[in-house]
């Protein structure tokens, strides 16, 4: 549990300034259609992290490199929250999403302490830790934003994420370094070779781009909306939004387990249907929020569920690189959420809601071909 509420503040840091683009924008005059550089370059530096940092889990003491990512990661925090001009605010995005991927060591420390028969069942339960801090930080952010402004939620935060370095120092088992012998630049060369030449990785990672990318669309673009005419909601109610995510997204923790049994594959297709699916509901905003609110729930519970399971079908592939193919994965991942991030809010500028809905859809349909194109590769195969 301590890993999982460790990578939800993590990962919280990362999302916090979604519900907040409208605030963030007004301080610092920047123009509606690019204020998503914001979560954009957040995204940049969290996807230089996965390829220069991630991997030094292969190399070195995780402990360690856990406990001094959290130290720097409180000193961008407070950067952000004392930042006067867009270059201190941009610079300093990027500095904590670099830091921010501690969570993914926190991920892959975590599947090489689980057994191979939990393996699924704790990456799952990890999982959910983030998923409570990707859609919490969009109710925390909102509620703090409205009582103390946007400043407020990196402040607080900063003093949590000082607490959690100070209970993992605590708790954190010591281990020995891994004894492998490549170098660094080895580890960081032999990264992008693993997804190349193994069809599995691949094809995950691919998935991981197109349904953050879906995912990203919405929660990114959503504020525009819901704090505009006729709808003008504080920060806090557009928050709450996050919480009907929740529902969905946790139930979608036992895709580990299905992934343990084996029925990772149809796990994936199924969850890629909801995905589709949950955008018809999601375009009726403007004529019925109950739908809006299944869709969210179908889309989250949709985006887990496969993100879960990717990541259960990975770590069996090559368990001597564990934190090699995680951060491969997750610059995936990153970059998929930074391309929803700026193309959604330059969407909605253009085509309103109906075109951010049309986006996300995009993004999911090409996601279920990919799978249905390549639903006959076996999860046994090795490296081909």
């Given at each position: 549990m301590?890993f999982?509420?460790?990578?939800?503040?993590?990962v919280a840091?990362?999302?916090?300034?979604?519900?907040l683009?409208d605030?963030i924008a007004?301080?610092f005059?920047?123009?509606?259609a690019?204020?998503g550089?914001?979560?954009?370059l957040?995204?940049?530096?969290?996807?230089?992290?996965l390829?220069f940092?991630?991997?030094?889990?292969?190399?070195?003491?995780?402990?360690?490199?856990?406990l001094?990512?959290g130290?720097?990661s409180?000193?961008?925090l407070?950067?952000?929250a004392?930042?006067?001009?867009?270059?201190?605010?941009?610079a300093?995005?990027?500095a904590m999403?670099?830091m921010?991927?501690?969570?993914q060591i926190?991920?892959?420390f975590?599947?090489?302490?689980?057994?191979?028969?939990e393996r699924?069942r704790?990456?799952?339960?990890v999982t959910?830790g983030?998923?409570?801090?990707i859609?919490?930080?969009r109710?925390?952010?909102?509620?703090l934003?409205?009582?103390?402004?946007?400043?407020?939620?990196?402040?607080?935060?900063?003093v949590?994420?000082?607490?959690?370095?100070?209970?993992?120092?605590?708790?954190?088992p010591r281990?020995?370094?891994?004894?492998?012998t490549?170098?660094?630049?080895?580890?960081?060369?032999?990264?992008p070779?693993?997804f190349?030449?193994?069809r599995?990785?691949?094809?995950?990672?691919?998935?991981a781009?197109?349904?953050?990318?879906?995912f990203?669309?919405?929660?990114?673009?959503?504020?525009?909306?819901?704090?505009?005419?006729?709808?003008?909601?504080?920060?806090t109610?557009?928050?709450?939004f996050?919480?009907?995510?929740?529902?969905?997204?946790?139930?979608a923790?036992?895709?580990?387990?299905?992934?343990?049994r084996?029925?990772?594959?149809?796990t994936?297709?199924?969850?890629l249907i909801?995905?589709?699916v949950s955008?018809?509901l999601?375009?009726?905003l403007?004529?019925s929020?109950?739908?809006?609110?299944?869709?969210v729930?179908?889309l989250?519970?949709a985006?887990q569920?496969?993100?879960v399971t990717n990541?259960?079908?990975i770590?069996?592939?090559?368990p001597?690189?564990r934190?090699?193919l995680?951060g491969?994965y997750?610059?995936?991942?990153?970059?998929g959420s930074?391309v929803?991030?700026?193309?959604?809010?330059?969407v909605?500028?253009?085509?309103g809601?109906?075109?951010?809905?049309a986006?996300?859809?995009?993004?999911?349909?090409?996601?279920l071909l990919?799978?249905f194109g390549?639903?006959?590769l076996?999860?046994s195969?090795?490296?081909?």
């Amino acid at each position: 549990m301590t890993f999982a509420a460790a990578a939800g503040l993590s990962v919280a840091n990362t999302y916090y300034a979604q519900p907040l683009l409208d605030a963030i924008a007004q301080d610092f005059g920047i123009a509606p259609a690019t204020v998503g550089l914001v979560v954009t370059l957040t995204q940049i530096g969290y996807g230089l992290g996965l390829i220069f940092i991630v991997p030094l889990g292969d190399l070195v003491d995780r402990r360690k490199l856990i406990l001094g990512q959290g130290i720097l990661s409180v000193i961008a925090l407070v950067s952000i929250a004392m930042a006067r001009s867009e270059a201190i605010l941009f610079a300093s995005l990027a500095a904590m999403g670099l830091m921010a991927v501690v969570i993914q060591i926190l991920v892959a420390f975590a599947a090489t302490l689980a057994s191979p028969q939990e393996r699924g069942r704790t990456v799952g339960l990890v999982t959910s830790g983030i998923v409570i801090g990707i859609l919490g930080a969009r109710s925390i952010a909102g509620l703090l934003a409205d009582l103390g402004g946007w400043r407020m939620v990196y402040l607080i935060s900063a003093v949590l994420t000082l607490v959690m370095v100070g209970l993992l120092l605590r708790v954190l088992p010591r281990q020995s370094s891994p004894t492998g012998t490549d170098n660094y630049l080895a580890v960081l060369r032999s990264t992008p070779t693993l997804f190349l030449h193994d069809r599995i990785l691949l094809v995950r990672g691919v998935l991981a781009l197109l349904i953050f990318a879906a995912f990203s669309t919405f929660w990114t673009a959503l504020v525009l909306p819901l704090s505009a005419a006729p709808f003008s909601y504080s920060h806090t109610q557009i928050g709450l939004f996050g919480l009907v995510g929740l529902t969905g997204a946790i139930a979608a923790t036992g895709a580990g387990r299905l992934a343990d049994r084996g029925l990772g594959q149809w796990t994936t297709g199924l969850s890629l249907i909801f995905l589709l699916v949950s955008w018809a509901l999601i375009a009726l905003l403007p004529v019925s929020l109950p739908a809006l609110l299944v869709g969210v729930i179908l889309l989250d519970l949709a985006v887990q569920a496969v993100h879960v399971t990717n990541q259960s079908i990975i770590f069996e592939r090559h368990p001597e690189a564990r934190s090699r193919l995680v951060g491969g994965y997750m610059v995936f991942y990153s970059l998929g959420s930074g391309v929803g991030a700026i193309t959604s809010t330059m969407v909605f500028a253009h085509s309103g809601w109906l075109g951010v809905s049309a986006l996300g859809a995009t993004f999911s349909l090409f996601a279920l071909l990919v799978w249905f194109g390549t639903r006959r590769l076996s999860t046994s195969e090795r490296g081909r």
